[in-house]
């Protein structure tokens, strides 16, 4: 016999899907300090919003059985502590993304964590996100991570903060203590441009002021929790900015097609515009916008196009496309406020990798202003930035790349981080604006060219990079190699560690900040004088790799030849000829290499001399 009912299902469950495509969408994030209950607080709001499926419910009641923090209740948090090592702990590591819906409104929630080591991932969340929930332990009020998330959200544009003081239950739910803490709050929220907050008291262990009004804090008149998320307003996507494409992908399916792929991260875009290219600032129209159901006329923000334009243009990955009357800027220098989420600290003239869109750059700190305490958001003069601080600084890329400001544009106007050597991201950043003397500034066209001035000196320019520890005998292989050199009629300069330090470098000391500013001029110097046609002779312990290649990098591939002086340190400090390291070791002398500051071996030089085993002639000979 036919079931009826089967053929109705289907439009059943299409007819629930458009309503729930119709509703607005909010992207929120819930942080704050470590314990304060946010992974908690999610967990009430997808089991009181009935968003949680029979199996779930089930496992979850095995999961807090075995390993849950709240007796014989369900550990809600379990819902959101999905890796093993955050459910051992009790603690959230990851960002966990949870969908639910209400009659209302649609949510995507983020859950991240407290501990201040995975701040980074706490910024992540934010960038995406229209609202944010601080939360706050009420026995505990304002912490130093409370006013970091609150600071973070503020830099990365979250335009709504809801303060939401939890375990209330604990306090006796008393709101002399709740309106202390909101108090405190909105005075700091003031100073990071927020001028009102939403304050909210509740227990999200006992699902109290969550979804539903409970006796025990019936002296609070504002909504629930869930009522302020449903009326929080959702700005449409504003498609009156300036059109920018950035483009991810060249399309090249075959032959006869040639587009241009990516997401418009602002502005609106129409078959017949003008647009322009960055940064080659080669100009076309646009002949036609395909998307994923056939072509369209016109396009808007947040859609993902593929561009053809009526002229054959080289347009590469990384490039920004935008309308012609209206372009992005384009520089190689910029004031950025940056937040730093790597062990290792942050140091200027350190080089590292900026992503910005789909375009990779080198990148240098040239100035640090200043960090930013986040308990006053006082500025403090600094010569770095370690884990978690947030600091505004000069930074200078080795070509131009297309932005806008921040604050006008979060796509093209923000940007990460990534260290050379691990390929890590170890910061995010956002473009305050682009210094104007970057564009004023052009290399002049000389006739006489660095091969003109080899050619003079029949020789190849080079320059040969002796590392190694103290007293392994690079200044004398150095120097050796130099005589023979010059005997052989060659046009050499040596740059000595020591010597170098009498004159261009006596300002610096041997911080780890001061040894990369040390090796970063030494490098340029050099790089001027194998410009000069000479063979340069580079002494320097330069303990450390990031460095090493930041000097390699500034010459082509077939001039730089890094030569290792590996020469153990019991040798070395047997040698000791200025009687360094028995200071050191006597704690006479700081931040000694090979001691108490780390040396980093080449892992891949172009000859590797052992002094243990050949003589000074000997390795100069090879």
């Not at 036609?288 to 369209?296: A, E, H, L, W």
């Not at 002398?589 to 892992?603: H, Q």
Request: hydrophobic share 40%.
């Amino acid at each position: 016999m036919h079931d009826q009912s089967v053929g109705k299902a289907p439009e059943a469950l299409i007819r629930y899907l458009k309503e729930q495509e119709s509703k607005d969408l909010l992207r929120f994030i819930t942080c704050g300090s470590v314990d304060d209950g946010k992974s908690t607080l999610i967990g009430r709001l997808l089991f009181d919003s009935k968003m949680i499926f029979e199996d779930q419910l089930a496992s979850l009641e095995k999961d807090s059985r075995k390993m849950g923090t709240t007796g014989q209740d369900i550990d809600l948090a379990l819902l959101l502590d999905g890796l093993e090592a955050e459910r051992e702990q009790g603690i959230t590591i990851d960002v966990a993304y949870r969908f639910f819906a209400t009659d209302k409104r649609r949510f995507i929630v983020a859950d991240t964590p407290g501990h201040e080591q995975y701040t980074r991932n706490m910024a992540t969340g934010a960038s995406t996100a229209d609202a944010a929930i601080i939360l706050v332990d009420a026995r505990k009020g304002l912490l130093t991570q409370t006013r970091r998330h609150s600071y973070i959200c503020s830099l990365l544009g979250v335009r709504h903060i809801i303060l939401a003081v939890n375990k209330m239950d604990l306090v006796d739910y008393s709101q002399t203590v709740f309106d202390q803490i909101r108090a405190d709050y909105e005075a700091f929220a003031k100073t990071i441009g927020y001028d009102h907050v939403s304050c909210l008291p509740l227990s999200a262990l006992k699902g109290e002021n969550v979804l539903h009004r409970t006796a025990a804090l019936d002296w609070f008149n504002g909504p629930t929790l869930l009522a302020k998320l449903e009326t929080i307003p959702v700005a449409d996507a504003d498609d009156t900015g300036p059109f920018r494409l950035p483009v991810q992908w060249v399309n090249r399916p075959n032959l006869d097609f040639r587009g241009f792929s990516g997401t418009i991260a602002a502005g609106r875009i129409s078959v017949g515009d003008p647009v322009v290219v960055l940064p080659s600032a080669k100009s076309s129209r646009v002949s036609s916008i395909v998307t994923f159901d056939g072509t369209r006329e016109s396009a808007s923000i947040g859609e993902a196009i593929t561009l053809t334009l009526e002229d054959e243009i080289d347009i590469s990955r990384g490039d920004v496309i935008c309308h012609s009357e209206n372009r992005a800027g384009l520089s190689d220098q910029f004031e950025a406020k940056i937040v730093w989420m790597a062990d290792e600290p942050l140091i200027p003239g350190r080089p590292y990798l900026l992503k910005s869109g789909a375009r990779t750059v080198s990148m240098v700190v040239t100035r640090l202003k200043y960090s930013i305490n986040v308990n006053s958001l006082e500025q403090a003069a600094t010569k770095r930035l370690e884990l978690n601080d947030i600091g505004v600084a000069n930074i200078s890329l080795d070509q131009q790349i297309a932005f806008d400001p921040y604050h006008d544009n979060h796509e093209t106007g923000s940007f990460i981080i990534i260290d050379k050597m691990t390929n890590g991201t170890v910061g995010a950043g956002m473009i305050d604006f682009g210094l104007r003397r970057a564009t004023n500034i052009h290399w002049q066209a000389v006739d006489v060219n660095k091969a003109a001035r080899a050619a003079m000196k029949a020789q190849k320019p080079a320059v040969l990079w002796f590392t190694g520890l103290s007293g392994s005998g690079k200044s004398t292989i150095a120097n050796l190699v130099e005589k023979r050199l010059h005997a052989a009629g060659r046009h050499t300069y040596m740059l000595d560690g020591d010597n170098i330090r009498h004159g261009l470098n006596k300002d610096l000391g041997f911080t780890e900040v001061d040894r990369v500013e040390n090796i970063r001029r030494v490098a340029e110097v050099a790089r001027l004088m194998a410009d000069a046609g000479l063979i340069v002779l580079v002494s320097f312990i330069s303990p450390f790799r990031s460095e090493r290649k930041m000097a390699r990098d500034l010459l082509p591939e077939d001039e730089f030849h890094e030569v290792f002086v590996d020469t153990p340190i019991a040798l070395c400090e047997q040698r000791d000829p200025k009687g360094l390291y028995k200071k050191a070791r006597m704690g006479e002398i700081k931040n000694f290499t090979g001691i108490d500051s780390p040396y980093e071996p080449p892992l891949a030089s172009e000859l590797t001399l052992e002094t243990a085993l050949s003589s000074a002639e000997e390795c100069a000979g090879r």
